[in-house]
């Protein structure tokens, strides 16, 4: 069974720049969350997708946006890119059913990427 | 808000010692907590879910336990592949699958 797959594993970019990540979710799961890793925040939830709509957003800038394809892959992309930026970028998805349903959620590898 | 606090912050164990961290939690309604472990540069990987105060799980050399506000990953006679960051994350009721996590704690387990 495939786990959950990011893609790229590695970005550097340039101030002013932006970039464009993806995740697909296990097969099956609906759900798809993202969060942002540093060092120093730990990880910090940016937005959850299901069936196509954002169904939470955490407290983050509007440069930072995502979207949910029909097949349950979602993109996330960060416009204008600062210095502080730079961070582990972790998508994990889950069946997202709701509260009738016990859950599991599964992260990717992560997508490490480097502003500089 | 829901809040996560893990506790220590670092652990240095030798192998073969057992010992646990800890994983407090304020949450309005617990729908899960849930526990990972992470290597550096890598993702969390899942351990277990727990839904209900009382619940125990058991995985290999882990164990984790549920109170109402608080949760126990036990480890037993650990190997140095044990060593990693361990995560804890509340999912509190309603129709997101947001996870609030803590900061982790550091496990070092030395042969």
């Known amino acids: 069974k495939a786990g959950v797959t990011q893609t790229p594993r590695y970005l550097i970019k340039t101030r002013g720049q932006q970039v464009t990540l993806s995740c697909s979710p296990i097969?099956?799961?609906?759900?798809v969350s993202w969060y942002q890793q540093t060092p120093g925040q730990g990880l910090q939830f940016l937005f959850e997708?299901?069936?196509?709509?954002?169904?939470n957003k955490g407290n983050f800038p509007g440069r930072f946006s995502g979207r949910q394809f029909s097949n349950s892959r979602s993109e996330m992309n960060v416009s204008t890119l600062e210095l502080g930026d730079s961070a582990l970028y972790l998508c994990?998805?889950?069946f997202g059913w709701g509260n009738s349903v016990r859950t599991e959620a599964f992260f990717g590898q992560g997508t490490r990427l480097t502003v500089v | 808000e829901d809040q996560v606090t893990q506790s220590p912050e670092a652990l240095r164990l030798q192998e073969g010692e057992s010992s646990s961290l800890n994983c407090s939690y304020t949450v309005s309604g617990l729908r899960g907590l849930f526990w990972y472990r992470q290597d550096p540069g890598k993702g969390p990987e899942f351990l277990f879910t727990l839904y209900s105060a009382g619940e125990e799980k058991e995985k290999e050399r882990l164990k984790a336990t549920l109170t109402k506000k608080e949760s126990f990953l036990h480890i037993t006679a650990p190997k140095p592949e044990d060593s990693a960051t361990y995560l804890c994350?509340?999912?509190?009721?309603?129709?997101?699958?947001?996870?609030?996590f803590g900061k982790g704690t550091k496990l070092t387990v030395n042969p």
């Open positions: 097969s099956g799961h609906r759900s």
């Open positions: 994990a998805s889950s």
């Open positions: 994350a509340v999912l509190h009721q309603g129709g997101s699958e947001k996870l609030v």
């Open positions: 997708y299901f069936s196509e709509t954002q169904r």
